[in-house]
């Protein structure tokens, strides 16, 4: 037997939420976590400590985190620390360096790259995702469905 796939744990999120309607839930997956960003946010907010969360301390980002969180492009750039900036950091240099490897002829590495960043995903513990899943659809559904692309 297949172990569950990351989009499995996706719809089990979005057919079990109590949040939202499941018409909700299910547009959120299918347009907001269609960007490798928004799925990458689940394992950001994994590695925010609940105490680092911008809305749990009165104290503001520090500059050096925002404008880093802004050369990178973060998705939820107010929610990221230093710690999640570093991994995001990772990834970019991933998709960054298969990038120039197919440039240079080698095809195909950053679909490779993207299906590893899913696997990594896939394997985080159904209950931890499904409690950044709700954080994140909250604030896409907030903003009315917009969200961040």
């Known amino acids: ?7 499995q744990a996706l719809d089990s999120w979005a057919s079990g939420s109590h949040l939202g309607s499941p018409n909700a839930r299910q547009t959120f997956v299918t347009s907001h976590l269609s960007s ?3 799925l990458f946010e689940i394992l950001l907010r994994l590695t925010r400590s609940p105490t680092s969360h911008p809305s749990s301390s009165s104290a503001p980002q520090a500059p050096a985190v925002g404008a880093l969180a802004a050369s990178l492009s973060s998705p939820y750039p107010e929610h990221q620390t230093q710690v999640s900036l570093a991994v995001l950091a990772m990834l970019r240099l ?5 990038d120039k490897a197919e440039a240079s002829g080698a095809g195909g590495l950053r679909d490779e790259v993207e299906a590893e960043v ?3 995903l896939r394997g985080i513990p159904w209950h931890l995702s499904f409690k950044a899943l709700d954080g994140m659809f909250k604030e896409w559904n907030n903003k009315g469905g917009k969200g961040r692309k």
């Open 1 to 7: 037997m297949q172990p569950p796939t990351l989009q």
């Open 36 to 38: 490798l960003d928004n």
């Open 94 to 98: 991933s998709l960054k360096t298969a």
């Open 118 to 120: 899913r696997e990594v």
